[in-house]
C-alpha cells in the first residue's frame, strides 16, 4: 500500500512537472534516481529540500530550467552534490548561513559573506573562502597567472606582509589552484646547502650565478623557485630550492671557484685611504702569527732602519719554516736614502710577507690566496675614515678675599740708647721698623707706611749735637677686598681613540739643583727644568655606539704665584683633574670642582694689657682673613661627522674672532679680517713688483694728524700757499711664499715742500725743497700678500 501511495506522489509530481521523473529503491536503502528534462529550477530545489531536510532561503533572481542524466542511484549527500553541481550550471550559488542555505546569483556571492572554511572540509560545488600560505613567492607574482584559470565571480588577494593568498571560490575550485601554486612555489622540496667557497668572494660569486642562473635571478628574487643568498662572514654561499635546481647551482659554484689570475702569484699592493700603514701592519703581524700585536718573540719582524743592509728581505731558497711551512721567497727593495729606510717597516712570518711603506702609505702582502683573502677583508674593514671629535673644556673659578686690620704701637726712644716699642707686625707696617727711618731718616720714615689709614701721634726731637728723640704711637686700620673671576675655556679637536693635548701658558724655569766650586775663582751651576704653567687639557675620546663618547680627561689650571713667602723658588697654584667619564654628543657635563671657604682670625697683644676691656685694644692689632673660593670644570663633547660639519664649525670658531675684533676696534685703526675663514688662505688681491705711481697729497699750511687708511692716501683739502706736500709710496717688495710672508721696504719716503713764489717776470713758479723726514708712526697691514704703508707728516 505505502508502495502504492509512493508511486502515486511521484506520478503527481510528474503531472506538475512533466519533465521531472524521480525513481527511488526500496524505502530501507534511501537512494534516489533524478532524471530531468526542462523542469522548473524552483520545483527541483523544492524537491532537493524533501530529500536532504535542508532549509533554502531562494534569491527572487533565481528562475530558469534544469535538465539532469541520472543513471545511478543517490543517498542524500550524493543528491546535494548533485544539487550543487546543477547550481553551478544555472549561475547560482549555495551560500549557508546558519541552518539557512542562501541560493544566490554568482555575481553577488562576494555581498553574501562567503564562510571560511578553517578545517578545509569543503568540498563540491560548495562556495567557501580559504587561505593558502606561501613559502618561496611572492604572492603578487602568483596572482596574473591564477585569475584566468578562476571564474568571474571568485576573489583572489594577495596579502603581502604575510606572503599569503586568500581565494573565495567553489571547494573544487580551490583544491585545484592550491595544486598549482604548491607546484609554482616548491613547497616541500625546498631544503637548505651551505657552499664553502675556497678561492672566491661570495658576494662577488653571486654577481656572477645572478646573470648565469636560468631561473632569472641568484639572488634573493622574490618568484624564483631557487634562492641564493652570500654569507660574506663565513664567506659561503646559502642555497635554497628544489633538489634539481640546488645541483644546478652547485655544479656552477665549482666551476667558478678557481683562484684568480691575479692572485694566482699572492702578491698585492694596498694603498690605505684612512688607516696608517705601519699601525696596520702590526695589528696584521698578530693576526698572521697568532701572538699579540706588541709580541716580537717567533717572529721574523724587523724595521728596515736597524738593518746596515741595503735590501729589506734577502732573497732565499725555498727554505722551510719551523712549523713546517714553505717561507715565501723575499722581495729585494732597494732604498736610496735612510729616510725611505726609515719609512719602511717589514714582517716575515709563516709564509706570509707584510711590508709598510710609510712614505706612501701603502701595504705590500705576499701570502696564499686563501690567506690573502682574509687580510684584504681584514684591510677593507679596518680601513675606514675615522670619526672625530671637538672637546670643550670650560673652567669656571670665582674667588673672593675679605682682609680686615687694625691696630696700636707704641714706640718711645733715642738712636744712642735704642728705642722700646710695642710692635706688632701683622697689622700692617712694624712700628720698630718705621721708628728707625724716622731716627735715620724723616722722608725715609714717612715712605715706610703702609696702605690704609694710619694715624701717628707722638713728638720728635732733634738735639743740638745731633741726637734724635721720639715718642707716640701708631693707629693703623686696612680693610681689602679683593674678587677675581676666571674662565678659560680651551678646545681642541681630533680623531676617534686619538690622544689630542692642549697647553695655553708659560714654559716657567725652576731650579733642580746647584754646585759651588770651593777653589780660587767662582764657578757656580745651576740646573733648572722647565715645566708648562697655565692651562693644559690633555684627552682620549672614545665614540661608542648611538653617540655615546667616553673620555679620560686630564685637565690643570696652574700659575706662578706673586707671593712665594719664605720659598726659596717659585711657587705655583696647581687645580688639577683626571678621570674617565661617559657623555652624549653635544652634552655638557660637569667633571669635579671646589667649594671652598676659608677663615683666619691673627691677635697680637701685650700679655695681660690686650686684656684689658675697653682699654686693651691700646694694646693689641687683630686681623681677619676670609677667603672663599668656587671652582667647577665642565667639558662638552661634540662628534663632528663629515667635511661640512668641519667647515660649519670652523665659520662658528672665526666668527667668534671676527666679533670679538669689531668690539676692540673702536677707533678704527685695525684691519678688519675678512669675513670668511677660508679667504685668509687664498690670495684675493693681485700683487705687482712695479711700485704704483705717485699720487700727491695736499695738507693744509698747520699740520694736523691724519688718520691712517688702508691702501690708500688721504688728507685735508687744500688751502693757500704752501700748495701743499708731495709723498712719494714706497717701494715694496713682497715673497710668493705661501706659508713665510715678509716683507722688506726699499727707500724710505720723501717729501717735497712746494712753495709757490713770484719771480722778477711776476711769474709764479713752484720751488720743490726735499726734506727728509722720520715719519713718527708706521703702521705696516699685511693681507695674505699686500703691505701698506700709511704715514703721518711730521710736526
Known amino acids: 500500500m505505502d508502495f502504492l501511495n509512493r508511486n502515486r506522489s511521484l506520478w503527481a509530481m510528474v503531472a506538475v512537472a512533466p519533465v521531472l521523473a524521480v525513481a527511488s529503491t526500496a524505502a530501507q536503502a534511501q537512494t534516489w534516481k533524478i532524471n530531468l528534462r526542462d523542469a522548473d529550477l524552483t520545483a527541483f530545489i523544492n524537491e532537493v529540500a524533501d530529500i536532504t531536510g535542508k532549509n533554502f532561503a531562494v534569491d527572487p533572481r533565481v528562475r530558469g530550467n534544469v535538465t539532469v542524466i541520472s543513471n545511478k542511484a543517490l543517498n542524500k549527500a550524493e543528491v546535494y552534490d548533485l544539487f550543487l553541481g546543477v547550481l553551478n550550471v544555472n549561475g547560482v550559488v549555495a551560500v549557508p548561513a546558519g541552518n539557512t542555505i542562501r541560493l544566490v546569483p554568482d555575481n553577488n556571492v562576494k555581498n553574501s559573506g562567503v564562510p571560511f572554511d578553517a578545517s578545509r572540509n569543503a568540498r563540491g560545488d560548495q562556495v567557501v573562502t580559504r587561505v593558502i600560505w606561501l613559502e618561496n613567492t611572492n604572492p603578487s607574482d602568483l596572482i596574473p597567472a591564477l585569475r584566468p584559470l578562476m571564474p568571474q565571480f571568485a576573489h583572489l588577494a594577495a596579502v603581502q606582509g604575510t606572503n599569503a593568498l586568500i581565494v573565495s571560490d567553489r571547494a573544487n575550485n580551490i583544491a585545484q589552484l592550491e595544486t598549482i601554486i604548491r607546484n609554482l612555489d616548491g613547497t616541500g622540496q625546498n631544503d637548505i646547502e651551505a657552499i664553502s667557497l675556497q678561492s672566491s668572494q661570495a658576494e662577488e660569486l653571486i654577481v656572477l650565478l645572478d646573470s648565469m642562473s636560468s631561473t632569472g635571478g641568484a639572488k634573493d628574487i622574490s618568484g624564483s623557485r631557487v634562492r641564493i643568498i652570500a654569507d660574506a662572514r663565513t664567506n659561503r654561499i646559502l642555497i635554497k630550492g628544489d633538489p634539481s635546481t640546488r645541483k644546478r647551482i652547485r655544479q656552477m659554484i665549482e666551476m667558478l671557484d678557481v683562484p684568480s689570475a691575479d692572485r694566482l702569484g699572492g702578491l698585492k699592493v694596498f694603498k690605505l685611504k684612512y688607516a696608517s700603514a705601519k699601525n696596520l701592519a702590526e695589528i696584521l703581524q698578530g693576526l698572521v702569527s697568532g701572538q699579540a700585536v706588541n709580541s716580537t718573540s717567533n717572529s721574523n719582524s724587523s724595521s728596515s732602519n736597524s738593518s746596515a743592509s741595503n735590501s729589506l728581505i734577502n732573497n732565499t731558497s725555498s727554505n722551510t719554516s719551523s712549523n713546517g711551512s714553505v717561507s715565501t721567497p723575499a722581495i729585494n727593495l732597494n732604498s736610496g736614502s735612510n729616510q725611505n729606510q726609515q719609512d719602511i717597516t717589514s714582517f716575515n712570518s709563516n709564509g706570509v710577507s707584510i711590508i709598510a711603506d710609510g712614505a706612501q702609505n701603502a701595504l705590500v702582502v705576499k701570502a696564499d690566496p686563501q690567506l690573502m683573502r682574509e687580510i684584504e677583508s681584514a684591510i677593507q674593514q679596518l680601513d675606514v675614515r675615522r670619526q672625530q671629535i671637538l672637546i670643550e673644556a670650560a673652567i669656571v673659578e670665582v674667588e673672593g678675599n675679605d682682609v680686615d686690620q687694625l691696630g696700636v704701637q707704641w714706640a718711645l726712644g733715642d738712636i744712642s740708647s735704642g728705642i722700646g716699642v710695642i710692635n706688632f707686625d701683622k697689622a700692617g707696617v712694624g712700628l720698630s721698623q718705621l721708628a728707625s727711618g724716622f731716627l735715620g731718616n724723616v722722608a725715609t720714615g714717612a715712605g715706610l707706611i703702609g696702605a690704609g689709614a694710619s694715624l701717628a701721634l707722638g713728638e720728635y726731637k732733634e738735639g743740638a749735637n745731633g741726637s734724635r728723640k721720639l715718642y707716640g704711637a701708631l693707629i693703623q686700620a686696612l680693610k681689602t677686598n679683593t674678587k677675581s673671576n676666571l674662565l678659560s675655556t680651551p678646545s681642541i679637536v681630533t680623531m676617534d681613540n686619538e690622544e689630542a693635548y692642549i697647553v695655553v701658558g708659560e714654559n716657567v724655569p725652576f731650579q733642580t739643583g746647584s754646585v759651588t766650586t770651593t777653589g780660587g775663582t767662582a ?273
Open 523 to 795: 764657578n757656580p751651576y745651576t740646573s733648572i727644568e722647565r715645566k708648562d704653567v697655565g692651562v693644559t687639557l690633555k684627552v682620549i675620546p672614545q665614540i661608542g655606539e648611538g653617540g655615546t663618547v667616553r673620555l679620560a680627561v686630564e685637565q690643570e689650571v696652574s700659575s706662578v704665584k706673586p707671593d712665594s713667602g719664605e720659598a726659596k723658588d717659585l711657587v705655583t697654584t696647581k687645580r688639577a683633574i683626571k678621570t674617565s667619564i661617559l657623555a652624549e654628543n653635544g652634552q655638557t657635563i660637569v667633571l669635579g670642582g671646589l667649594i671652598s671657604d676659608d677663615t683666619k682670625l691673627t691677635r697680637q697683644g701685650v700679655p695681660g694689657l690686650s686684656s684689658i676691656p675697653g682699654l686693651g685694644r691700646l694694646f693689641r692689632a687683630d686681623a681677619k682673613n676670609n677667603v672663599k673660593r668656587n671652582l667647577l670644570v665642565f667639558i662638552h663633547p661634540t662628534i663632528v661627522g663629515d667635511t661640512a660639519d668641519i667647515r660649519r664649525l670652523s665659520q662658528q670658531r672665526y666668527d667668534r674672532l671676527y666679533s670679538l675684533q669689531l668690539a676692540l676696534d673702536g677707533d678704527g685703526t685695525f684691519k678688519k679680517l675678512p669675513d670668511n675663514v677660508d679667504d685668509i688662505f687664498q690670495q684675493r688681491l693681485p700683487v705687482s713688483s712695479t711700485p704704483q705711481p705717485v699720487k700727491p697729497i695736499v695738507v693744509p699750511s698747520t699740520p694736523q694728524a691724519v688718520e691712517p687708511q688702508v691702501q690708500r692716501y688721504t688728507a685735508p683739502t687744500a688751502q693757500s700757499k704752501p700748495v701743499g706736500r708731495v709723498i712719494e709710496r714706497p717701494n715694496v717688495i713682497v715673497t710668493q711664499d705661501p706659508v713665510v710672508k715678509s716683507t722688506r721696504v726699499l727707500p724710505k719716503p720723501v717729501i717735497y715742500n712746494q712753495v709757490a713764489t713770484t719771480n722778477t717776470n711776476n711769474a709764479q713758479v713752484v720751488v720743490e725743497t726735499p726734506v727728509a723726514i722720520e715719519p713718527k708712526q708706521d703702521v705696516q697691514r699685511t693681507q695674505n700678500t699686500v703691505t701698506t704703508t700709511t704715514l703721518r707728516p711730521s710736526r
